[in-house]
């Protein structure tokens, strides 16, 4: 028999039940404000994100299931029309068929793929996305879902070709500028790369000319009136058009000196050639021009050589010895007050001359070492039994073996003549 509750018992009960209804109230009250706020928070995030990015998502088989305003609104198509159908309506031909190869094998994989996809609008016009493709997979791992947001870059991408366009044209407009220089540079100098090894001497010779950048700071300028024979050799400061634009402006001063004003002796042009280097420029550049270079006399009629050599790189091979043209330690453009002499040698018929920037020696092998001084020399003299006329192209085939394609290090020049009386 069940023993009867009390009214104090109950009494009690009902109060702990009503205690616990209240706090039942109070629980699903602020469960129910906090799953509303949260609501509203993905609502937030969805406005923000759907203005911002085109969302959509497929099925394992890639038909789209879902997509947002903002996909809707860029591809041109209604969400009706977007339902039921294969991603690729949107695939621009374009696209590289790899792209899609990869971004599929990425996402069965269960991985995120990223990339930038180029697709087509309802009307055939194209748009540029930034896309981020992932899976959703089910507890064993397997995807069931596939979902793509993308952001529209397709202004970036219009900006990225038209600054492509005018790099291409400003690349086209250089190379016509530094062709057009260098048909100044040949008609002002007395080699160019088409007539190689033809400077105004009727003295055996050969020339290698050979540019960093299609015009050169390295260059020869020769005079030749009866038994008298002046040569140049120089290396302007400076690559490519700078050196080039030195080199035609100091050549136009030796031109005058020799031509016009009838110097030749070597230790006189050297002293106004200096100065004359000094007073091209109205003010001071930043980076000082000098030009390393020597200066040949022969009087074949003598069999004499006088010659100045500042900074210069020279040598005279006699009976397969080779003896190196002094040189002082400075250039044209900073003597500085300082007096230069000339110095001369006897020649004998047969002599052969050889003037060379630092191009020729400082070409670099795949391994870094320079081709050097002690190496050249060695050559040079092995190569005596070769005639000078041919020995240019045989100089450029070892030093093309000696850098194995790798790039030329600097303009390189380098003249080799043979007195003869």
Request: aromatic share 8%.
């Given at each position: 028999?069940?023993?009867?509750?009390?009214?104090?018992?109950?009494?009690?009960?009902?109060?702990?039940?009503?205690?616990?209804?209240?706090?039942?109230?109070?629980?699903?009250?602020?469960?129910?404000?906090?799953?509303?706020?949260?609501?509203?928070?993905?609502?937030?995030?969805?406005?923000?994100?759907?203005?911002?990015?085109?969302?959509?998502?497929?099925?394992?088989?890639?038909?789209?299931?879902?997509?947002?305003?903002?996909?809707?609104?860029?591809?041109?198509?209604?969400?009706?029309?977007?339902?039921?159908?294969?991603?690729?309506?949107?695939?621009?031909?374009?696209?590289?068929?790899?792209?899609?190869?990869?971004?599929?094998?990425?996402?069965?994989?269960?991985?995120?793929?990223?990339?930038?996809?180029?697709?087509?609008?309802?009307?055939?016009s194209?748009?540029?996305?930034?896309?981020?493709?992932?899976?959703?997979?089910?507890?064993?791992?397997?995807?069931?879902?596939?979902?793509?947001?993308r952001?529209?870059?397709?202004?970036?991408?219009?900006?990225?070709?038209?600054?492509?366009?005018?790099?291409?044209?400003?690349?086209?407009?250089?190379?016509?500028?530094l062709h057009?220089?260098?048909?100044?540079?040949?008609?002002?100098?007395?080699n160019?790369?088409?007539?190689?090894?033809?400077?105004?001497?009727?003295?055996?010779?050969?020339?290698?000319?050979?540019?960093?950048?299609i015009?050169s700071?390295d260059?020869?300028?020769?005079?030749?009136?009866?038994?008298?024979?002046?040569?140049?050799?120089?290396?302007?400061?400076?690559?490519?058009?700078?050196?080039?634009?030195?080199?035609?402006?100091?050549?136009?001063?030796?031109?005058?000196?020799?031509?016009?004003?009838g110097?030749?002796?070597?230790?006189?042009?050297?002293?106004?050639l200096?100065?004359?280097?000094?007073?091209?420029?109205?003010?001071?550049?930043?980076?000082?021009?000098?030009?390393?270079?020597?200066?040949?006399?022969?009087?074949?009629?003598r069999?004499?050589?006088?010659?100045?050599?500042?900074?210069?790189?020279?040598?005279?091979?006699?009976?397969?010895?080779?003896?190196?043209?002094?040189?002082?330690?400075?250039?044209?453009?900073?003597?500085?007050?300082?007096?230069?002499?000339?110095?001369?040698?006897?020649?004998?018929?047969?002599?052969?001359?050889?003037?060379?920037?630092?191009?020729?020696?400082?070409?670099?092998?795949?391994?870094?070492?320079?081709?050097?001084?002690?190496?050249?020399?060695?050559?040079?003299?092995q190569l005596?039994?070769?005639?000078?006329?041919?020995?240019?192209?045989?100089?450029?085939?070892?030093?093309?073996?000696?850098?194995?394609?790798q790039?030329?290090?600097?303009?390189?020049?380098?003249?080799?003549?043979?007195?003869?009386?």
């Amino acid at each position: 028999m069940a023993t009867p509750v009390n009214l104090q018992e109950l009494t009690y009960i009902l109060q702990e039940l009503t205690q616990n209804v209240a706090h039942y109230q109070a629980h699903e009250t602020s469960l129910r404000d906090r799953i509303a706020s949260l609501e509203r928070e993905a609502g937030d995030r969805k406005r923000i994100l759907d203005r911002f990015a085109l969302i959509s998502e497929t099925d394992t088989r890639g038909v789209i299931t879902y997509a947002n305003e903002k996909f809707c609104e860029v591809s041109g198509y209604s969400l009706d029309e977007l339902i039921g159908q294969p991603h690729n309506i949107v695939r621009h031909p374009d696209t590289p068929k790899e792209t899609f190869r990869e971004l599929w094998e990425t996402i069965k994989a269960g991985r995120i793929w990223q990339g930038e996809i180029k697709n087509r609008r309802k009307d055939g016009s194209y748009y540029w996305v930034l896309a981020t493709v992932g899976p959703l997979v089910d507890s064993e791992g397997y995807p069931y879902r596939y979902i793509s947001i993308r952001v529209d870059i397709t202004q970036q991408k219009a900006l990225e070709e038209q600054l492509a366009r005018e790099r291409d044209q400003l690349a086209a407009d250089l190379q016509a500028n530094l062709h057009l220089a260098q048909e100044i540079q040949a008609a002002l100098i007395a080699n160019s790369p088409a007539e190689e090894g033809n400077l105004a001497l009727d003295l055996p010779h050969f020339t290698i000319w050979k540019p960093l950048q299609i015009v050169s700071g390295d260059f020869f300028w020769t005079h030749q009136e009866r038994s008298r024979v002046l040569i140049f050799a120089g290396d302007s400061v400076g690559h490519g058009m700078a050196g080039a634009l030195v080199s035609a402006l100091f050549i136009q001063e030796l031109r005058h000196l020799v031509i016009h004003q009838g110097i030749w002796s070597p230790e006189r042009l050297a002293e106004e050639l200096d100065e004359r280097l000094g007073h091209l420029f109205r003010k001071k550049l930043s980076l000082p021009i000098t030009i390393d270079g020597t200066i040949l006399f022969i009087d074949r009629q003598r069999l004499k050589l006088s010659y100045v050599a500042l900074r210069g790189k020279g040598g005279l091979v006699r009976e397969g010895a080779v003896t190196q043209l002094e040189r002082y330690p400075f250039s044209f453009g900073d003597l500085l007050g300082q007096s230069v002499e000339e110095r001369t040698l006897p020649l004998q018929e047969g002599d052969r001359l050889y003037l060379y920037s630092d191009g020729l020696l400082d070409q670099l092998s795949p391994s870094g070492k320079k081709w050097g001084n002690t190496r050249w020399q060695e050559f040079i003299t092995q190569l005596q039994a070769v005639p000078i006329t041919e020995q240019g192209k045989v100089i450029w085939q070892e030093l093309e073996r000696w850098r194995q394609g790798q790039p030329q290090t600097d303009d390189i020049a380098l003249l080799g003549v043979e007195v003869v009386v």
